[in-house]
C-alpha cells in the first residue's frame, strides 16, 4: 500500500498538451528505468468547475516522493507542465492512514 499521496490541482484550457506530455514523461521514464517513480498516477478533471485537473500521485513513501521531486528530469517535467496551466499548481501532501478495499 502506497503510503503516502500527493494531489496535484492546476487549471488548464490545453488539457490535450498536458496530456501528451505526461505520457512522453511517462515513457521516457520507462526506457531510462532506475530511480524512484510513482506507484500510481490517476488524473482527474473536475466536473463542477471545467477546466481543472487534479493529478493523484501515489508513492511507497514520503522519502521516494522527495527523491522523486529531486530528480532533474522531474523538474523539467514540472517546468514544461506549469507552461501549459493557466497558474500556479496547489499542491496537497497527504499521509496515507487507511485504506479499504470495499469490493
Known sequence: MPAFVQIIEYQTSRADEV???SEEFRATREKEG???APARVTVTEDRDRPGYY???VEFESYEAAMENSNRP???DYAAKMMELC???PKYYNLDVTQR????
Open 19 to 21: 496530456a501528451d506530455l
Open 34 to 36: 532506475g530511480g524512484t
Open 54 to 56: 487534479l493529478s493523484i
Open 73 to 75: 528530469d522531474t523538474s
Open 86 to 88: 493557466d497558474g500556479p
Open 100 to 103: 479499504m478495499d470495499m469490493s
